[in-house]
């Protein structure tokens, strides 16, 4: 698929450039009257609120991946480029003052460089200053580091085109950019996107799940929380599921950048989820709860108008009206699959309180007690949010206001339930919606957003737990007060009031659950209609649809005996303990080419729901089938993106490389051995040739990076090469301090080198070297674009070229 095509199918609304972003009609009357008089905040910010609207959002980014080379990167970043972006906006402003004091008007220019970014040059635009001059005078803002995000790895910079189009330092921090977001080191995600994640706070154990999951940016960051202890393969898990079947391949490519064998791709009506067996005793199924859910559900976006300017024109008062009760649905079923004292965060990118705060309001009142919500705000110090609303009015077509369902017009009845309004103020009292949160655009330059995080203390009242505790509690009663009162045994009045108790719907005490049932769906929640419908303890069916999307290949368990193990378990020095059931294949028939690597709790899962849930994708690659004539004694060559997890097993072909070692492996290529350190020779000539594992670790003379980097190569007769992808060739490079522009020439070279592909293959072959492996081969970056859908950072074909 051409590059142009693949970022119109990942954005479906973006801003093509910014001539269009600003032609754009951004005004809306209803939404314009909608947030005046909403209550979300005091009517002096509704302008400055409105305006920053329609500006576009900044670019944020977040430094990813194991936090040793996090730092290291966040130090390049720094010393290289945001140091002179400091200064070279300090020596704009001077420049910007002198210009503008000389002008004509002789107004205040010096002030330009503080407005939020963008504004400055469509002011200029539109009058009569050279573009090219007005750049120069605006374009460079500092970087600004997002102080609630952990261990300043979260920035927030002005690379709109024209910036860099004008600015070399802006030009090449955004190549640098680009080619670290192709190596998995940098995400481009917006600020408030990095919140949920953040505040569900996963621990290498936590169980979670991902409700809504494409295009999987925070599918990332949940995956990087639990590597966040950086040693060896940790025993929680993410699954990742979306309802789309296409969105779900989306994740994958996020996903494997992570190289994580404790994560799941898998394809499912969120509403309808199953529970998880993990036994594969049919007879008595065990189910495996979560500890953490995340519940990132399909929403009007109002929130995100800064970037899906086709919102302007389509926004209406009743958007997330249709939305509020598959909203509902999701968390109800997440906090079915919760495990008491589980954390489950709720978040759109909605700022209307039907999506936000009547969500969380309706799941308080049908739990009944059994959640509430956290006080989160301790977990992003300096996030400036408003609290939630207890009180709200709704808004019909045509702009009238309404406080209560009961004030309604007869005709508009069917489009609102009675948990859209907000809760009588005895529930208020009870729900405590102030802890939920809601990012206002106009307080920190980001998008709108909604944020809760609830906690479940106890079973759902509609649990078979909670019903089973009922009925103790009951009987218990009944003995008592029969003891006590000596009456005998009890009578028919007594049993008639304990069935009365166990059948009567959870949840039936609220009018609002009772109006909102009838309206939203047919899947009620009680036991009674869980019968009636054939729902099983595994969770509510959906009614059997054909199943659509791309048929994957099967997931198949390596089994004892298999004759293709012994050679790789030898050659590599994988020892008894080495969880050789945790190895599958993707092909049924044929020879086997790959075997992926998946943590022990995938392999539960994988095995206990095989016929149950339908799979997308999991697993590292941990070796391919690659012969050389070299390597009699092993077909299979390890693959780079097993090494966080793997490397560690290997007892054969590891070798401790020094900091020159590891520059001349990236530099070069393909190195004679002659030019390694005598230690290093030393060791290659114990080894025969064949995969090798590279390790380099700093030292006291030689501590930087001051980190671990264990990368996978390949020793052949008379010399070494790495078989690390391009981009995270260039990535290690940096690290070790190699400048920008050796890098652009190491890629410029390989543009003419590829003339001389065949010499070079030649010349590999004859050392025995094994064609590269498809993800190695040479890759064209795509250009720098926002996870979930944002504006790339320069036109298709503009970044390509600069390569
Ligand atoms: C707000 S987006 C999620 C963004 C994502 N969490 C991220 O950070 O990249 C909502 C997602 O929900 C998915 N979706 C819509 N209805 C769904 C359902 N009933 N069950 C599961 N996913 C659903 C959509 O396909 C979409 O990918």
Redesign the pocket.
């Known amino acids: 698929m051409g590059r142009r095509k693949w970022q119109n199918q990942r954005n479906p609304l973006p801003y093509k450039n910014e001539r269009n972003y600003s032609q754009t009609t951004k005004d809306n009357v209803l939404f314009r009257k909608y947030y005046s008089n909403l209550g979300l905040m005091p009517e002096s910010e509704v302008q400055d609120f409105y305006d920053r609207m329609k500006e576009p959002l900044p670019v944020t980014f977040r430094i990813t991946g194991y936090k040793s080379q996090a730092n290291e990167l966040l130090k390049i970043i720094r010393t290289q480029f945001f140091d002179s972006l400091v200064g070279a906006s300090a020596s704009v402003k001077s420049q910007n003052n002198s210009t503008t004091s000389s002008t004509a008007d002789g107004g205040g220019g010096g002030e330009k460089a503080a407005v939020p970014w963008g504004q400055g040059a469509v002011a200029f635009n539109a009058g009569d200053v050279p573009v090219s001059k007005a750049l120069t005078m605006d374009a460079i803002k500092p970087p600004k580091c997002l102080t609630w995000y952990p261990d300043q790895l979260a920035w927030q910079i002005d690379l709109s085109r024209k910036a860099v189009r004008s600015q070399e330092i802006l030009s090449k921090l955004h190549e640098f950019l680009v080619s670290e977001t192709e190596s998995g080191n940098i995400s481009r995600q917006e600020a408030v996107?990095m919140i949920p994640p953040l505040v569900l706070d996963v621990q290498p154990q936590s169980r979670v799940l991902?409700?809504?999951?494409?295009?999987?940016?925070?599918?990332a960051q949940l995956i990087e929380y639990l590597h966040k202890d950086e040693t060896g393969v940790p025993e929680g898990v993410v699954v990742a599921?979306?309802?789309?079947n296409k969105?779900c391949y989306l994740m994958v490519h996020q996903v494997k950048r992570l190289a994580s064998p404790c994560c799941m791709i898998v394809n499912?009506?969120?509403?309808f989820f199953p529970k998880l067996r993990v036994s594969m005793d049919e007879e008595k199924p065990e189910f495996m709860l979560f500890d953490r859910v995340?519940a990132?559900?399909?929403?009007s976006g109002d929130g995100t108008m800064r970037k899906n300017i086709d919102i302007w024109s389509k926004w209406q008062p009743t958007m997330g009206t249709s939305l509020h009760g598959?909203q509902i649905k999701?968390v109800k079923r997440g906090l079915e699959l919760l495990e008491v004292g589980g954390r489950l965060v709720y978040s759109t990118?909605s700022m209307q309180p039907v999506e936000d705060e009547a969500v969380m309001a309706e799941m308080l009142r049908r739990c009944e007690g059994s959640v509430e919500l956290v006080d989160v705000s301790s977990m992003m110090p300096g996030l400036k949010t408003v609290p939630g609303l207890s009180k709200w009015k709704m808004m019909n077509k045509l702009g009238n206001w309404m406080d209560d369902f009961e004030s309604v017009p007869q005709n508009f009845k069917s489009l609102f339930t009675k948990s859209m309004f907000s809760p009588t103020a005895e529930e208020a009292e009870k729900f405590n919606l102030n802890l939920c949160h809601r990012v206002l655009p106009h307080h920190q330059d980001t998008g709108g957003f909604f944020f809760a995080a609830l906690r479940k203390v106890g079973n759902l009242p509609w649990s078979r737990e909670a019903r089973v505790e009922k009925e103790e509690a009951l009987k218990r009663e009944q003995t008592a007060s029969e003891k006590v009162t000596s009456e005998g045994p009890p009578t028919q009045e007594k049993m008639a009031v304990t069935e009365t108790t166990t059948d009567k719907p959870a949840n039936s005490n609220t009018d609002s659950t009772a109006v909102q049932r009838k309206s939203e769906d047919a899947n009620a929640t009680n036991d009674n209609s869980r019968k009636r419908k054939g729902e099983s303890e595994e969770g509510p069916q959906p009614k059997k649809k054909e199943l659509k999307g791309y048929r994957e290949d099967p997931f198949l368990f390596m089994q004892p005996g298999d004759p293709v193990w012994p050679p790789i378990r030898d050659f590599y020095g994988l020892t008894d303990e080495f969880p050789s059931n945790q190895l599958l294949y993707r092909s049924e028939q044929g020879a086997k080419r790959s075997l992926y690597f998946v943590s022990k709790a995938i392999r539960q899962i994988v095995l206990s729901n095989e016929n149950r849930v339908r799979f997308i994708n999991m697993g590292v690659k941990f070796v391919s089938r690659s012969p050389s004539p070299l390597v009699p004694d092993c077909e299979f060559r390890i693959t780079q993106e097993s090494m966080g997890s793997l490397a560690s097993h290997l007892t054969k072909r590891t070798v401790s490389i020094t900091r020159e070692d590891a520059v001349t492996i990236f530099r070069e290529e393909n190195p004679f051995l002659s030019k390694m350190s005598q230690s290093t020779q030393d060791t290659l000539e114990t080894i025969v040739p064949g995969s090798v594992v590279f390790v380099y670790k700093p030292t006291e003379s030689n501590p930087q990076p001051a980190c671990t980097l264990t990368f996978c190569g390949w020793k052949g007769k008379a010399s070494v090469r790495s078989f690390v992808p391009r981009f995270e060739r260039s990535h290690c490079l940096r690290l070790f301090g190699q400048d920008l522009a050796q890098i652009k020439a190491e890629v410029a070279k390989m543009k003419k080198d590829r003339q001389q592909k065949f010499d070079a293959a030649a010349a590999s072959a004859a050392d025995g070297d094994p064609p590269p492996l498809e993800d190695e081969e040479e890759k064209k970056p795509a250009p720098l674009k926002e996870?979930?859908g944002g504006e790339p950072m320069v036109k298709a074909g503009e970044d390509g070229e600069k390569e």
């Open positions: 996107s991902d409700m809504c999951a494409a295009p999987g940016s925070k599918t599921n979306d309802k789309e969105r499912h009506d969120a509403a995340l990132d559900v399909p929403c598959l999701i990118c996870e979930g």
